[in-house]
């Protein structure tokens, strides 16, 4: 089973206007309303794949009841805790020339108790698990390291569990000291890490320092681009082919979904890749925070052109 933590959900309202006009009245012509936040989108892909998942996290008021039902309704498994404040909620606009607005709310701030009940039920997961995602932001009362912590406390329960990490800023740049499998950063993100606009070619070589420090696999996102992928293997360039993007919301989150599940089924590293990429692109298809399916997925799959970019001397 795949586990996803998603400390910071949110309902996501995926608007589509012909033009957003500032300061005016904007018409829109498509609502999508649905549950989000990263783990729990890497949860609806897994899904979506043919795997079991678990998704854990907090909720609170109306709009955590919508999650809660709407995962339900999706046969995920969760074990969501409770809080008094409502989970948040997220408005992305999307207009005819394919530009995306997002508006994202910060989340609700999170007790201490509430966080130390969450890191319990992550660990009683660890015996049921082959992998543990952690994705997302981290809420106010959070501090920076908690990813960093959690994936310590994972690996001195079971050194053997796979843990992927989706996240951005501090919280990337700690929980790295931590050796999670997999971090899935894109171009920009990894770029904050180091304090820097990157290149590519930067890009990978600290993805090469990462695996040799002992990540096992680092995929850096390059939005329309691709992808590239390091592991102890070598290095891999995934170019998609070029389709009509309909929504990029949670199109990481399915990359590392579709990752995560290729892994579990013991796919080779580039077909594992071409696996991601091929979820990514039956994922931008969909509108709102929809993800995949294994049969989407499948219709791309012979498009996702792989090139081996270099090798890894260790």
């Known amino acids: 089973m795949i586990t996803t933590l998603t400390i910071n959900p949110a309902v996501d309202y995926t608007v589509k206007a012909p033009e957003l006009k500032i300061g005016k009245v904007n018409r829109v012509e498509f609502v999508s309303k649905a549950a989000a936040g990263k783990g729990i989108n890497v949860s609806k892909g897994v899904k979506n794949l043919g795997e079991e998942t678990k998704a854990l996290g ?28 409502d989970t948040r909620i997220n408005i992305k606009v999307i207009d005819d020339l394919g530009h995306e607005t997002k508006i994202n709310q910060l989340g609700p701030k999170i007790p201490k108790e509430v966080l130390e009940v969450i890191e319990e039920k992550v660990i009683s997961t660890i015996d049921e698990s082959e992998f543990i995602v952690l994705a997302g932001s981290l809420p106010s009362g959070c501090s920076e390291d908690f990813y960093q912590k959690l994936i310590n406390k994972i690996k001195e329960e079971n050194n053997n569990i796979k843990v992927f990490l989706d996240t951005s800023q501090a919280p990337l740049k700690l929980a790295l000291e931590a050796k999670p499998n997999l971090v899935k950063p894109n171009l920009r993100e990894l770029g904050e890490v180091y304090g820097k606009e990157l290149s590519v070619e930067e890009a990978v070589e600290i993805s090469k320092n990462l695996v040799e420090d002992g990540i096992e696999m680092v995929l850096v996102s390059l939005g329309a681009e691709g992808a590239v992928l390091t592991t102890k293997e070598g290095t891999l360039k995934a170019t998609p082919p070029e389709v009509d993007v ?39 298809l969909r509108p709102g925070a929809e993800m995949g399916t294994l049969e989407e997925v499948n219709q791309y799959l012979d498009e996702i052109k792989i090139d081996k970019l270099e090798l890894l001397e260790c």
């Open 58 to 85: 907090c909720i609170g008021g109306e709009s955590g009841q919508f999650i809660g039902g709407s995962l339900k309704e999706l046969g995920i498994t969760t074990d969501f805790t409770w809080i008094q404040d």
């Open 246 to 284: 309909v929504s990029t919301v949670g199109a990481g989150d399915s990359v590392v979904a579709a990752m995560a599940v290729a892994y579990l089924n013991d796919y080779k590293i580039k077909d594992m890749f071409r696996f991601a990429i091929a979820m990514s692109i039956a994922t931008i």
